[in-house]
T-cell receptor, first 114, second 108 residues
Framework: DSGVTQTPKHLITATGQRVTLRCSPR?????VYWYQQSLDQGLQFLIQ???????AKGNILERFSAQQFPDLHSELNLSSLELGDSALYFCASSPGHFSGNTIYFGEGSWLTVV | KNEVEQSPQNLTAQEGEFITINCSYSVGISALHWLQQHPGGGIVSLFM???GKKKHGRLIATINIQEKHSSLHITASHPRDSAVYIC??????????FGTGTRLQVFP
């Protein structure tokens, strides 16, 4: 158990809909990362928050947004969903803001868009 | 541009064999993560190293900074080692740059 909790584990939704994925980092970790893993793209970095502030942005679509709350949990919002958004979405956390720290991954949220 | 290249893409082995997975990376990457992804999808961080060698059980990871190369070794492989192994580079930013992964299957 990494200590990172993601909900929901599985989600099936229709095109055009909006979903929210939730992540609780390991106790004490200030950084939260979001990654997308699709069959044809592998793991892609989406966005990182550190202590409530956006710190780094990757290949995140404009239809997607995220935030980190004062209690350090984070949410990834995916809107106007398309079939191609079907993927496994991982949240990870680490103690500091430099990715040279050990990173702890959640179990992932499987999103299927139909 | 930071890049991470991993080889081989697929690897099969008999139980007990010594396994090596390689990862080369570009300038700008100062630390390497080795990750294991199980068939169910979960990702476990195996090692993070910026120099030298680390060992955990039957797993050994090495990094050569001059050659920008890292290897993950599995000694006395076992079917439960079957998984996808991913190397990921960490540079000056907080983004991880992922290799494409090595799918390992160990047969009894």
């Amino acid at each position: 158990d990494s200590g990172v909790t993601q909900t929901p584990k599985h989600l099936i939704t229709a095109t055009g809909q909006r979903v929210t994925l939730r992540c609780s980092p390991r106790s004490g970790d200030l950084s939260v990362y979001w990654y997308q893993q699709s069959l044809d793209q592998g793991l892609q970095f989406l966005i990182q928050y550190y202590n409530g502030e956006e710190r780094a942005k990757g290949n995140i679509l404009e239809r997607f947004s995220a935030q980190q709350f004062p209690d350090l949990h984070s949410e990834l919002n995916l809107s106007s969903l398309e079939l191609g958004d079907s993927a496994l979405y991982f949240c990870a956390s680490s103690p500091g803001h430099f990715s040279g720290n050990t990173i702890y991954f959640g179990e992932g949220s499987w999103l299927t868009v139909v | 541009k930071n890049e991470v290249e991993q080889s081989p893409q697929n690897l099969t082995a008999q139980e007990g064999e010594f396994i090596t997975i390689n990862c080369s990376y570009s300038v700008g990457i100062s630390a390497l993560h080795w990750l294991q992804q199980h068939p169910g999808g979960g990702i476990v961080s195996l090692f993070m190293l910026s120099s030298g060698k680390k060992k955990h059980g039957r797993l050994i990871a090495t990094i050569n900074i001059q050659e920008k190369h890292s290897s993950l070794h599995i000694t006395a492989s076992h079917p439960r080692d079957s998984a996808v192994y991913i190397c990921a580079g960490a540079g000056g930013t907080d983004k991880l740059i992922f290799g494409t992964g090595t799918r390992l299957q160990v047969f009894p």
